[in-house]
């Protein structure tokens, strides 16, 4: 084949190459979704994050606005110190509540957020006074069978 | 003696296992040293570019459909127990990025690609072109072996990455329109579940290991293959043979390696 021929076709197999490792990460990877290059930090404390993990979203009314940055065991307290990044352009009022919630019957967990009224907005480094932690399922029923030997006998 | 015999040809094997083990790394040292030429002219990697790559452009495409499509049905009919049908974009991407993509272009290559590899620097070295060309004072492994080289390693990260774009299309064809699988949750789940480093990056580099032992086997049977047209065709089966458990192998150290810990 002439010259020129292979390399037209050398051109166009690189160029479909390379599309095609954009399109993974655009449309199948994570990285033309969201990112934390422009972010606030702040963390709560939960008695129990179940199977929260790191990177996990964190999403108000449904929309996606963060991630979890990091989770450890705060030893003075003898909770879960959750820190999370939000997007800057999403403001929350210092009466936010972080809850802990699970998408799906068996899907991943992530964190809620519920904007309060305070006129006032949290800022960087700051923390979310308000939590409420993951529903574990043992404690659910544990919860449940206690009730039901309280009732009175029929 | 019979036992001394059998055991004097365990020693003979070995030994040349352990010889030919030598002789491939001093090869793929060599290759190295003398990848320098290659890249000032540039036009005989883009020339092994298009046998290597665009030749095995079709293959891969329709393999990658196929996969992708059997892993869309598959899939289905296992998560629609658990009633998450929702989730069959993660497996198929997941399956594909990670995993199917990387090492089934790595095989389809190994195949298409080696073994042509292996059998054209065969003959040449059958009807004497590499000692002619030495007799020119052109080093052979400057002039055929590192543009071939050169040329499996771009080519083999951008066939794996192909493959796996086409098979999510593949996954997508049969689950959201074939069989009616939610498109937002299809691809907003595959978005939510698929991470950049962890899962395509890391594909990325599993293929471009691959692509490298690959070729370097392809190359090392021809330029080691015996000149006759048996010693060629021994060479050439033994290429695809190696560079396929040497695929899976790698393959596993590698995934032990990158998602074994978390």
């Keep these: 084949m002439e010259r020129t021929g292979i390399d037209l076709w050398v051109g166009l197999f690189v160029v479909v190459g390379v599309a095609a490792l954009v399109m993974l990460a655009m449309k199948v990877g994570n990285l033309g979704t969201y990112n934390v290059s422009d972010a606030y930090r702040v963390h709560a404390y939960f008695t129990n994050i179940g199977g929260l993990k790191t990177t996990a979203s964190i999403k108000s009314a449904g929309v996606l606005v963060g991630r979890v940055e990091s989770i450890s065991l705060d030893t003075q307290r003898y909770e879960a110190k959750v820190v999370m990044s939000i997007d800057k352009r999403y403001q929350f009022s210092k009466d936010t509540i972080g809850k802990i919630l699970t998408s799906g019957l068996l899907g991943e967990q992530y964190i809620g957020l519920d904007a309060g009224g305070d006129t006032e907005m949290l800022k960087n480094g700051e923390q979310l006074k308000k939590t409420q932690s993951a529903m574990v399922l043992e404690d659910l029923i544990g919860k449940f069978l206690y009730s039901k030997a309280e009732e009175p006998a029929k | ?262």
């Design chain 2, 1 to 262: 003696m019979p036992a001394v015999k059998a055991i004097r040809g365990i020693g003979h094997q070995t030994i040349n296992a352990v010889w030919r083990i030598g002789m491939a790394t001093r090869f793929f040292f060599l290759t190295l040293m003398y990848s320098g030429s290659s890249f000032r002219r540039f036009h005989l990697i883009v020339k092994e570019l298009f046998s290597t790559g665009v030749m095995s452009l079709i293959i891969i495409v329709v393999a990658g459909m196929f996969v992708g499509m059997v892993l869309g049905l598959q899939g289905y009919e296992t998560l629609k127990r658990y009633g998450s049908e929702s989730a069959l974009g993660v497996m198929v991407a997941l399956g594909l990025v990670r995993e199917l993509g990387p090492v089934v272009a790595a095989l389809l290559f190994a195949s298409r690609a080696g073994s042509a590899m292996t059998a054209e620097i065969g003959l040449m070295k059958a009807t004497e072109q590499i000692s002619a060309m030495e007799m020119m004072a052109v080093h052979p492994i400057a002039r055929i072996v590192a543009p071939r080289f050169w040329a499996g390693i771009i080519s083999m990260p951008l066939l794996a990455a192909l493959f796996s774009a086409v098979g999510v299309f593949g996954g997508y064809f049969v689950g959201v329109v074939q069989i009616g699988v939610d498109e937002g949750s299809f691809w907003s789940q595959m978005q939510a579940a698929v991470d950049f480093e962890h899962d395509i990056l890391n594909g990325v580099i599993k293929s471009f290991v691959f692509g490298t032992a690959v070729t370097v086997i392809a190359l090392f049977e021809g330029y080691d293959a015996p000149p006759t047209a048996e010693g060629v065709s021994g060479a050439t089966t033994r290429t695809v043979v190696t560079s396929s458990l040497v695929i899976l192998m790698l393959d596993f150290i590698l995934t032990a390696m990158m998602f074994g810990g978390s």
